[in-house]
């Protein structure tokens, strides 16, 4: 199941009910988590959950960004692995 997400600045979450399974729990508190992200926000960033393992796709503008969106889905509970398949703009 993947999520992708652009989000303008104060749109209300579209997640009112919650979702059926663990793994789409996550996904949506992760999308929410990077919404709020004053650095991720305005990214193009899909998140797919498979047993726990956060998958990480799409173009973002800088390996900083990448690290970043690592860094934050890592730091989220339940997560037993992130694939980082963001990919950065060559330079």
């Given at each position: ?17 919650t ?55 890592w ?10 398949r ?6």
């Amino acid at each position: 199941m993947t999520y992708p997400w652009f989000f303008p600045d104060d749109l209300p979450s579209l997640f009112q009910n919650t979702p059926a399974s663990e793994d789409a729990r996550l996904a949506c508190r992760l999308l929410e988590q990077m919404q709020r992200d004053p650095v991720l926000r305005h990214e193009r960033i899909c998140i797919e959950v498979q047993n726990r393992v956060v998958i990480l796709e799409g173009a973002v503008s800088s390996a900083d960004v990448s690290a970043h969106a690592h860094t934050l889905a890592w730091g989220a509970a339940d997560v037993h692995d992130v694939s980082n398949r963001l990919c950065p703009p060559d330079g």
